[in-house]
C-alpha cells in the first residue's frame, strides 16, 4: 500500500460473525452467465463420457476415466442446486428454475465461442 493510501473500513453491517466482511454475491446477470456455463460443461462432460462408455469396459484401469467424469458430473450438479438456492435468496423476484438449468438452444454448445476465451488471429 502506497504512502497516503488508506482502506476504506468494512461497515459493520457487512459484517460476517464478530470480524469477517461479508463478500459481495453474484448479480442476476452473473447467475445467468454461470448457470449457463455449468449446464453446458455437464452436456459436454455426459457427452464425452457416454462416448468413454461406449468405447471402453466400464470396470477396471479402462473404466477410470467415466467414472472420474461420473464425480465431475456430480459434482456439477450439486454445485448447480446450491448456486439455484443462493440465487433465490439473493433476487428472489428474479429469480426462475431456467437459470440454472436453461434450455437447450440457451447452453453454450461446444463449437460456440466459450466466455472469456482468447480471440484467435
Excluded at 462408455?53 to 479402462?62: I, L
Excluded at 440457451?106 to 482468447?118: E, H
Aim: with cysteine; glycine share 8%; net charge negative.
Amino acid at each position: 500500500m502506497s504512502e497516503g493510501t488508506a482502506l476504506l473500513p468494512v461497515p459493520p453491517e457487512c459484517w460476517i460473525g464478530d470480524d469477517q466482511p461479508m463478500k459481495p454475491r453474484l448479480t442476476f446477470e452473473e447467475h445467468i452467465e454461470m448457470g449457463r456455463f455449468l449446464a453446458s460443461i455437464r452436456d459436454e462432460l455426459t457427452r464425452r463420457n457416454t462416448q468413454l462408455a461406449n468405447a471402453y469396459p466400464r470396470s477396471g484401469r479402462e473404466g477410470a476415466p467415466a467414472r472420474r467424469l461420473d464425480t465431475a458430473i456430480g459434482a456439477i450438479d450439486r454445485a448447480r442446486c446450491e448456486l439455484e438456492e443462493a440465487l433465490y435468496g439473493e433476487h428472489p423476484a428474479q429469480a426462475r428454475v431456467t437459470v440454472y438449468y436453461p434450455q437447450p438452444e440457451d447452453r453454450i454448445r461446444m463449437g460456440d465461442r466459450w466466455p472469456g476465451a482468447a480471440m484467435e488471429p
